[in-house]
């Protein structure tokens, strides 16, 4: 069966620093991987999406960065952390495009 | 731009009632509507996916029903239970280029004994 991880769970960091979050799936090829986040009182944004090795699209202009070097890993990034970036981070794959999504248990990132 | 709306935003019932949870979209254009379980801190738990060509998806007290010509999708769920408690997501699907899904903000459920 297929399987997602997502770590840190938690993750505290001050203004300015770097952020590397990493994603996973086991037991399927060629996923198409996500990266949303959800603030409180808001819904889920898409930050990222991939549909292969190196293949990224971005959503929504900002300083977050994402990459994919191996077929299921999906790494968000940031040079340089701002207070707005605070949120809840979610992974999510499926097997093809508008087929169902799967999600991971979510970072908590919070900046201080 | 697909928009998708959840009403209500929160409810709260006794033990065994009968709910239904209610997902509107402004696209009916729709290829898919998928139906989230969220709880506190956590990942979202895929429920029930509705294919375009289907109108309804059943799983155990779950049920969910999609109107594309009216935009709504509705998950009913019977008998509830005090571990039904959770925020509850509907997704639509865009058919057509990258079928990415837009959700909906959620319906917060508390079931109380």
């Known amino acids: 069966s297929q399987t997602i991880h997502q770590w840190p769970a938690t993750l505290v960091q001050p203004v300015g620093s770097p952020l590397s979050l990493e994603c996973t799936v086991e037991?399927?090829?060629?996923?198409?991987l996500y990266w949303y986040r959800q603030a409180a009182g808001r819904g889920l944004q898409l930050l990222f999406y991939?549909?292969?090795?190196?293949?990224i699209s971005s959503e929504v202009p900002q300083n977050l960065s994402a990459s994919r070097p191996q077929d299921r890993q999906f790494i968000l990034s940031s040079k340089k952390l701002l207070l707005s970036d605070s949120g809840f981070y979610l992974c999510?794959?499926?097997?093809?495009?508008?087929?169902?999504?799967?999600f991971g248990d979510g970072t908590r990132l919070s900046i201080l | 731009k697909q928009e998708v709306t959840q009403i209500p935003a929160a409810l709260s019932v006794p033990e065994g009632e009968n709910l239904v949870l209610n997902c509107s979209f402004t696209?009916?254009?729709?290829?898919?509507l998928q139906w989230f379980r969220q709880d506190p801190g956590k990942g979202l738990t895929s429920l029930l996916l509705?294919?375009?060509?289907?109108r309804e998806q059943t799983s155990g007290r779950l049920n969910a029903s999609l109107d594309k010509s009216s935009g709504r999708s509705t998950l009913y769920i019977a008998a509830s239970q005090p571990g039904d408690s959770a925020t509850y997501l509907c997704?639509?699907?865009?058919?057509?280029?990258?079928?990415?899904?837009?959700f909906g903000r959620g319906t917060s459920l508390i079931v109380h004994p």
């Open positions: 999510a794959w499926n097997v093809g495009l508008g087929q169902p999504q799967h």
């Open positions: 037991g399927t090829s060629n996923p198409n």
């Open positions: 991939s549909v292969g090795i190196g293949q």
């Open positions: 696209d009916s254009a729709i290829y898919n």
């Open positions: 509705i294919q375009s060509s289907q």
């Open positions: 997704a639509g699907y865009a058919s057509g280029g990258s079928y990415i899904p837009t």
